[in-house]
């Protein structure tokens, strides 16, 4: 299966909001609700932000949002801060039993 | 506290074969899928496959379609640990190894190993 299709890049200033778009299919990001968002650090471990398009895991800060409509997926950061400078990952489960990642999206807070 | 903790550093020549382990503690060992992810370096996450611990293999076991065939999961419920087994190593191999617990129920991940890194080179 191809890889979700995200931009490769977004910057915005601090206090700004963005949005990254995760792209997939029928059989994937349109077909189910399972869609998770990771943030990944420089040399870190990925770590899980958003799961089930939009439910965030405990500790999470409520900065961070996701939404999906049609076969596109979504994760919003409003407020954007200098620690949220990281690389940004969707995943979504898929028709076949198996999972993808989308390709990666480098976040730049100017 | 959920520990997953991955077997060390493995060079490789190419056409050998790997295997990574990843001991688990702190859960409960059949209660949650575990995933394999990659991440080459300077690149994205790539989903491997997938296995509940609680089988025997088989029908649980899934692969992204370019690793059918060259990959193999197993688990071991005695000391709670997983491992992932790769053949027919290339240069393009050359990644760090993530063994990733499923969030149960939840569709996603909320634990990773530290990872293991893989280097193939003649």
Known sequence: QSALTQPASVSASPGQSIAISCTGTSSDVGGYNHVSWYQQHPDKVPRLIIYEVNNRPS???DRFSGTKSGNTASLIITGLEADDEADY???SF???????FGGGTKVTVL | QVQLVQSGTEVKRPGASVKISCKTSGYTFTGSLMHWVRQAPGQGLEWMGKLNPSHDGGTSIRFAQKFQGRLTLTSDTSTNTVHMEMRS?????????YCAKDKHGAWSIDYWGQ???VTVSS
């Open chain 1, 59 to 61: 500790g999470v800060s």
């Open chain 1, 94 to 100: 898929v028709s076949s039993d198996t999972w993808v």
């Open chain 2, 115 to 117: 990872g293991t890194l």
């Open chain 2, 89 to 97: 190593l290339t240069s393009d191999d050359t990644a760090l190894y």
């Open chain 1, 89 to 91: 990952y969707c995943s």
